[in-house]
């Protein structure tokens, strides 16, 4: 399904601050890549219209953005599996609680097999687009069919992971 945009001439992460001021200003020079990246994602998804609109002054629309700027962090990362989904759960938690790392997995959670059932995945083509009127997002990319596929490897690794850690070896 291919969203079209309104096309705002600039996009703002809060009010009255531009976005791309607002995620340059978060980079320090320590960084690693995976801050880096996940910092550069953490609100890609406020790039979508209803954000724009939300944040200009409509309080009625919708302005949840975290989980599909984590979604968006996953199908543009090439980090290894572990730090790919503290990447995720860094973004997908960064307006409110921390989730327990080995439940991403669950059915019902982000990374689950429902997770491409999320309402937030319905924005996906607009935000990706508008993304990519910023030179800083201009190789942004993802389809539902890739995340569902990731998804079912980040499964497999969260199970495996969990099976791994869950002896304790007492002398």
């Known amino acids: 399904m291919r969203i079209e945009s309104i096309l705002f001439s600039e996009f703002f992460s809060h009010p009255n601050k531009l976005y791309i001021e607002h995620i340059e200003n978060m980079f320090d020079s320590d960084d690693t890549l995976l801050e880096r990246e996940v ?3 953490h609100d890609i998804a406020k ?3 209803n954000f724009q609109i939300y944040i200009r002054g409509d309080k009625g629309v919708d302005k949840n ?4 700027s984590a979604y968006l962090f996953l ?3 090439s980090f290894e599996q572990k730090e790919a989904l503290f990447g995720f759960l860094a973004i997908a938690s960064h307006h409110g609680n ?3 790392f080995f439940k991403l997995g669950e059915d019902n959670r982000y ?3 429902y997770a491409t ?3 937030e995945l319905s924005f996906l ?3 990706i687009l508008n993304a990519k009127s910023l030179d800083f997002y201009d190789k942004v990319e993802g389809k539902i069919s890739i995340l569902e596929s990731k998804n079912k490897q980040y499964q497999k690794y969260i199970r495996s992971f969990k099976f791994r850690n869950s002896f304790e070896y007492r002398d």
């Open 39 to 41: 910092k550069r994602f």
């Open 47 to 49: 790039l979508k219209n």
């Open 65 to 68: 953005h975290s989980l599909l």
């Open 75 to 77: 199908l543009n990362s």
């Open 98 to 100: 921390i989730e327990n």
């Open 111 to 113: 990374i689950g097999k």
């Open 117 to 119: 059932n999320s309402k």
């Open 125 to 127: 083509d607009e935000v």
